[in-house]
C-alpha cells in the first residue's frame, strides 16, 4: 500500500509541476496548485516540500529564473522587462537572485549566451535547489483525538509574536478559574507561514475547558480534534517546527496509505516554554487524517 501511495503522490506532485511550468506568466494561488495536484490545500506546500525539498515559492522562482535566462539569451526584452515578467518588482532584486542562482548578473548572461544556435530546454537552464527546510526522521503514530471544547485568543501576525494572544488566554481564564491538573494547552495554525504573508497568519492559542464553561466574547468557545491525527513529538526550539511538519507531510505521508485532511494542524505544548530551556521544549504536531478506507 505504501509503495503504490508514494508513486501515486509522486504523480500528483508531477502533475503540480507541469501545471506550474505551463502558467509561469500567471498569478497562480496555491489553492489552484493543490487542487490540480488533488491534494488539500491546507497541507500542500509542506507535502511539496518534503517530497521535492524546495517550497512552491522557491519551485516557482527556479522555473521563472530558467525562462528569463532563455529570454535574456534569445529574446529583445530589456533586462527590466524580463525581471518584471519573471514576477520581481524591481530590476535589482531580479539580479541579486540572478546572480546568486547563475553567479553572473543578467547582463553579463546576454552577453555570454545572446543567439545560441540552439535553444535549450527550460530543465536545461534550471539553477540548483537551495535546501531550506532541516532534514529530520519522526517516530509518526495516529492517533484517534476526541472533540476537545478549547477556549481560543486569536492572533493575527508572525507565529512568533504570538505571546500577547497567550497573556491574554492565561488571565482571562485565571480570572474564571479554568485551570485544572488536566488542562492542555495547544495552539492551531490557520495559515503556513511559508506562503502567507507573516501579517496575515492565523494562530489561535488554546486551553481545554470543562464542560460548564460556555464561554464568553472575550474567550469564545470552539470545538477541535474528533478525528484521526498523524502525530509526532519534537523536541528543542519552535523553528524545528515547520522542517517537521515537511517530513511528516512529504516524507511519512506518501509511504503512510492515508491522506491528509483539509483542517488545520493542532500543536500540543507539553511543557512550559518560560521555565523549561529551549532545547527541552516538546511540542506534538498533529496533522489531520482523512477518515480510514
Known amino acids: 500500500m505504501g509503495t503504490e501511495t508514494r ?42 516540500t518534503g517530497m521535492t525539498g524546495e517550497s ?22 530589456s533586462v527590466t522587462e524580463v525581471a518584471l515578467r519573471a514576477g520581481f518588482e524591481a530590476p535589482e532584486a531580479f539580479t541579486r537572485a540572478f546572480r546568486a542562482a547563475y553567479g553572473m548578473p543578467p547582463s553579463a548572461w546576454r552577453k555570454a549566451f545572446r543567439g545560441r544556435s540552439r535553444p535549450r530546454e527550460l530543465s536545461e537552464l534550471l539553477p540548483p535547489i537551495i535546501m531550506k527546510e532541516r532534514c529530520m526522521e519522526l517516530e509518526v503514530t495516529i492517533k484517534r483525538l476526541p472533540p476537545l471544547r478549547v477556549a481560543c485568543v486569536r492572533h493575527v501576525g508572525p507565529y512568533d509574536q504570538c505571546e500577547a494572544a497567550w497573556v491574554k488566554l492565561c488571565a482571562e481564564a485565571g ?24 501579517e496575515k497568519i ?8 470543562p464542560e460548564g464553561f460556555a464561554g464568553t466574547p472575550e474567550l469564545p ?4 480534534g ?36 483539509g483542517a488545520p494542524s493542532l ?27
Open 175 to 198: 480570572k474564571r478559574g479554568l485551570f485544572g491538573p488536566d488542562t492542555k494547552f495547544l495552539g492551531v495554525g490557520h495559515d503556513d507561514p511559508q506562503i502567507t504573508p507573516p
Open 226 to 261: 474528533d478525528g484521526d491525527y498523524a502525530t509526532a513529538v519534537i523536541k528543542g526550539p519552535y523553528t524545528l517546527l515547520a522542517g517537521a511538519y515537511a517530513w511528516l507531510c512529504g516524507v511519512w505521508g506518501p509511504d503512510s496509505g492515508r491522506e491528509f485532511a
Open 7 to 48: 508513486k501515486e503522490w509522486q504523480r500528483r506532485i508531477m502533475r503540480a509541476m507541469r501545471f506550474m511550468e505551463a502558467r509561469l506568466d500567471e498569478e497562480l494561488s496555491l489553492d489552484d496548485i493543490a487542487r490540480e495536484a488533488h491534494f488539500s490545500p491546507y497541507h500542500f506546500h509542506r507535502i511539496f
Open 56 to 77: 512552491v515559492r522557491a519551485y516557482l522562482r527556479r522555473l521563472r529564473l530558467a525562462r528569463a535566462t532563455h529570454r535574456l539569451s534569445y529574446g529583445k526584452c
Open 202 to 209: 492565523r494562530y489561535d492559542a488554546c486551553l481545554t475547558v
Open 267 to 293: 500543536e500540543f505544548y507539553l511543557n512550559d516554554p518560560k521555565t523549561t530551556p529551549p532545547e527541552e521544549w516538546l511540542t506534538e504536531i498533529c496533522v489531520p487524517l482523512e477518515a480510514a478506507r
Open 221 to 224: 468557545v470552539a470545538v477541535v
